[in-house]
């Protein structure tokens, strides 16, 4: 479905700004509760908390992070969940999102009711408000959703993308590649995971793949290390080998490269029993492996069978 | 100046997004504080703040919020003082932005630099940490920035748009209309104005003018009320007198309908002495008008002289 209508009567600019917002609360009913605490004043209004807050912002753009395949519901859920999966790499718990739309005036109001009703759904489900946003006309053609979502720490500490030593372990959640099979808007964001993993005094840094392991592993080697993995224990999806069968390139580059997988990465100390990480992990997720991939080691000193991550990068946007 | 170039060597997308991420951080300069509390992890971290959070979200539009004639360096710091100017409304102080860009692969590298120097200049004039953001690839010929302000309350109260009753004040400060002719990317936003204010007992109510005054009156008028408002107490600009000699419209005209004046509209009690108010203000602030413009009356019971808003009102988005 197409978010864009040709009949005049069928768009949001036959509402005009004030109706539409008014059609917006209702649509997200519930998951968002009355101004000053949501919609409806000059800024919305969170709770003290005495926990350290987590701010990230993603959007969704037409053409870009989503097409006409995708339903209404799974583009408004998808964009919730590209921000959930940042609060989750931290070991945070979601609590409050402001969103900013930018629309085209041929925006299709129907379309735009499935993507709140997705959006106000992904809230409930993990318990955030849609506390406030902002509505601006954009050129013909154009729509995108502007999310920023604020959580705190579940645990005592927030875990970065810094800190990983020499020998230290690499492990994945889940498997990688071919997300655009329908994984890219499909997933799962692993919050109650990443909550997990921030109680585990083990654990290191962490981050979430949204570019492909090949590339997004780069924000978590230290300067003068480089990340030894081997090819043969990256959990390779059944997509990647469907996208393979297509593309004419291995599973493995789709595994590496593809990214939008929303998977965990995670740093894990040398000096650990990663069995036991492992033990423990399959009794609280049996349903979602927990690999190990490969280890840090000194730069220039990658073992001959290492995977070269460099050769393996998918596409740079913008370029 | 336009946001786009048609040199490819000039554009942002011979640099790519890592390169144009790196960029971005250099023209921020110490207006972005390093990881995890600024820009380089999954998410930014604030400390924790015994006061309440407020949250507001505001983009600038190429084409919408300004055009080829605003230079760079105005879009990017009117960009965080449309949204400075909400936490003043609420008696707020910022503490940290995200901004999402959505720009076209022709944009330009010297243009988009002017903006950031004018976003960082202005963080840094209001004490603002830009802590984190997102940049996307959008179609040709769209830019687009969309930033999310955390603040918190200045003082022991947020001040809400809710609570008007029936004799309550209203007050405006600055002047109003004309905005189009440079005030609309030249103001100041009035954080000290609104914190000053939200320390005043007899101050119930409070928002900023940003659709004119026509409209946004709407939003602090308690259901049963009308604002009664008498022409010749509006505090029109000199800008909004210049409009009107172009356009055949009034001076008032402009003045309750032009927008974008980013003044403080006030509600105070109806028991109280607006002079002690008016004279203690003109203490604090003595280079800026506080006006009282009118006050609130029964439905249906509007002096035959009052302001007929309704007809005043502006332009509606999206229509």
């Known amino acids: 479905m197409s978010p864009f209508t040709s009949r005049r009567q069928a768009a949001v600019a036959v509402l005009g700004e004030r109706a539409l917002i008014r059609e917006i609360r209702r649509w ?4 968002s509760p009355a101004a000053p605490f949501g919609i409806g004043d000059d800024c919305a209004v969170i709770p003290p908390t005495r926990r350290h807050q987590l701010v990230t912002t993603d959007p969704v753009i037409h053409g870009r992070h989503f097409d006409d ?7 408004g859920a998808k964009l919730l969940k590209r921000n959930l999966s940042d609060i989750a790499a931290m070991g945070g718990r979601p609590v409050a999102a402001v969103v ?9 109001t129907a379309w735009l009711r499935g993507f709140y009703l997705g959006l106000a759904a992904t809230a409930r489900k993990f318990r955030v408000k849609i506390v406030g946003g902002d509505v601006t006309q954009a ?20 875990v970065t993308r810094t800190g990983a030593r020499r020998g230290d372990h690499i492990f994945v959640s889940g498997h990688l590649g071919g997300s655009l099979l329908g994984h890219h808007h ?5 919050l109650a995971e990443g ?23 780069d924000s978590l080697t230290t300067r003068g290390l480089s990340a030894a993995l081997a090819g043969r224990d990256i959990p390779v999806s059944a997509a990647a080998r469907r996208m393979a069968r297509r593309s004419g390139r291995t599973a493995l580059a789709h595994a590496l490269g593809d990214g939008e997988d929303y998977e965990l990465l995670v740093v894990v100390k040398e000096k650990s029993d990663s069995d036991s990480l492992k033990r423990d992990w399959a009794r609280q997720f049996p349903r979602l492996p927990l690999t190990r991939i490969g280890h840090f080691v000194p730069s220039g000193r ?11 990068r998918g596409y740079e946007h913008l370029r």
Do not use: C, K
């Not at 499909?186 to 692993?190: L, Y």
């Not at 921030?198 to 592993?217: K, P, Q, Y």
């Not at 990658?302 to 393996?312: E, F, H, R």
């Open 100 to 108: 900013s739309l930018a629309l085209a005036p041929e925006t299709s």
């Open 195 to 217: 909550a997990w993993l921030a109680t585990r005094a083990e654990v290191v840094a962490m981050m979430d793949v949204s570019d492909g392991i090949a590339n997004d592993l």
């Open 302 to 312: 990658l073992p001959a069978d290492a995977i070269n991550l460099t050769a393996a």
């Open 69 to 75: 395949a995708v339903p209404p519901r799974a583009v």
């Open 139 to 158: 050129p013909a053609g154009f729509f995108g959703a502007f999310l920023t979502l604020h959580g705190e720490s579940a645990t005592a500490r927030v």
């Open 28 to 31: 997200l009913g519930n998951a």
């Open 186 to 190: 499909r997933f799962t964001p692993r």
